[in-house]
């Protein structure tokens, strides 16, 4: 299925959408998707070990519709329906709000993009930082020690009265606590690891898809290797960019392919959607998340089994918990890690409290 900006003939909250009679059937396996996240209580025949891919085939009755289910399920979490639980899928699509929420653009997931790119966030917030920032080495230690917590990295031992590791859960499982971890958080981090995600930038000298009328937002349904393509062109630039996403096994399949390959692979799958360009790309660049050694994948975690957050969420002694995994509201996403943080930050507020209380009152005179 190739979904395209005015090329349409039909649209689906939103997003335009060609597909003849699969449209009818993903319309209907979607509301029905609705109506699960929304029930207080799934059908019985969801169990804690029902797969996503089977939550899938029993939405949807058309290839066309489980074609887009997969396509959906890659751009949501970078996996294929296989890899995670229905359950937590199912939650994912809760803690968005609704389906359409994450589907649509105008007011939904994909309603807006940084003009610097997301990584002006993390200058931003840096710049307004007043302590170091130490990014040469990763943590591999946290030891609490029973007054203090030492956090160490390469050859440097942070010390400090509580720590909020934001790792992502993979990341985590990497990391020696003293004292070791629970059971079931070290067996949910352990068995957690990230979905695949791509990011290619076609940069053009003019918007050429423009001047057919096409908004650039194209849909691609699994099975190729690129998901989704969107104009990302920012305002008041002097050239025009496609970005397209390459996601789960789409990834997995660019990976495989040397870069002059990969690059074809993308224009290819521009052209085929939205025409041959006029023009050849000024520049192709990639962002391949799964290579990043800090983060092995995005845009986020998925578990073996389906996660108890609030087990999750509680803290280890002097470690508190963030990052976007754990969110209880857009899980997956920025306001995910936003709300996550603050979550955090109010815990360690507390217990900074409560640790103060308790030592000017061992301190007090009987
Ligand atoms: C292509 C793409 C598009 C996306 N689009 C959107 C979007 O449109 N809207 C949206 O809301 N979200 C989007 N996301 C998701 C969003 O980027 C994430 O939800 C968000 O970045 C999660 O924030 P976080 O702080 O939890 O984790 P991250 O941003 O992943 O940060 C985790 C940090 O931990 C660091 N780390 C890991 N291990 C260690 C260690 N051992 N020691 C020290 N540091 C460590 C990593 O280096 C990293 O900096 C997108 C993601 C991708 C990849």
Redesign the pocket.
């Known amino acids: 299925m190739v979904v395209d900006g005015d090329d349409v003939h039909a649209a689906l909250w939103g997003m335009p959408v060609r597909g003849g009679l699969g449209l009818l059937d993903s319309a209907r396996g979607l509301a029905k998707l609705e109506l699960y996240a929304r029930a207080r209580r799934v059908p019985a025949w969801i169990t804690p070990q029902t797969s996503a891919e089977e939550l899938m085939h029993s939405l949807f009755r058309s290839d066309f519709g489980r074609r887009a289910g997969e396509a959906s399920i890659g751009l949501l979490a970078?996996v294929t329906p296989a890899e995670f639980t229905a359950g937590q899928f199912l939650d994912y699509v809760r803690a968005a709000g609704s389906v359409f929420k994450l589907l649509t653009f105008a007011g939904g997931?994909?309603d807006?993009?940084f003009e610097q790119g997301?990584g002006a966030i993390?200058d931003g917030l840096a710049e307004a930082f007043t302590g170091t920032i130490h990014?040469d080495?990763?943590?591999?230690e946290i030891r609490d020690t029973g007054t203090n917590v030492e956090v160490i990295?390469g050859d440097r031992v942070v010390e400090c009265r509580r720590v909020v590791?934001?790792?992502?859960p993979p990341?985590?499982a990497?990391?020696a606590f003293t004292p070791t971890l629970d059971d079931y958080r070290a067996r949910l981090y352990a068995g957690a690891h990230m979905?695949r995600?791509?990011?290619i930038a076609v940069i053009y000298r003019t918007p050429w898809w423009r001047d057919r009328r096409r908004t650039g937002t194209v849909i691609v349904n699994a099975g190729s290797e690129i998901q989704m393509i969107v104009d990302a062109t920012p305002h008041r630039a002097e050239h025009a960019a496609l970005?397209a996403?390459s996601t789960g096994r789409g990834a997995d399949l660019l990976a495989a392919r040397d870069e002059a390959d990969r690059a074809a692979v993308v224009v290819d799958a521009i052209e085929s959607a939205l025409g041959p360009a006029p023009e050849a790309p000024e520049l192709v660049r990639e962002?391949a998340?799964a290579s990043?050694p800090?983060?092995r994948g995005?845009?986020?975690a998925v578990f073996a089994e389906n996660p108890d957050l609030e087990r999750l969420r509680r803290n280890h002694g002097r470690v508190h918990w963030?990052?976007?995994?754990?969110?209880l509201a857009?899980?997956?996403?920025?306001?995910?890690?936003v709300g996550?943080?603050r979550a955090a930050a109010d815990e360690v507020a507390e217990a900074l409290r409560t640790d103060a209380r308790h030592t000017a009152e061992s301190s007090r005179p009987a």
């Open positions: 970078g997931a994909q807006s993009y997301a993390a990014t080495a990763p943590v591999t990295a590791v934001a790792a992502p990341q985590v990497d990391i979905g995600y791509t990011k970005a996403f962002q998340w990043e800090h983060l995005a845009p986020a963030a990052g976007t995994d754990l969110a857009w899980r997956g996403y920025m306001d995910g890690a996550a943080g």
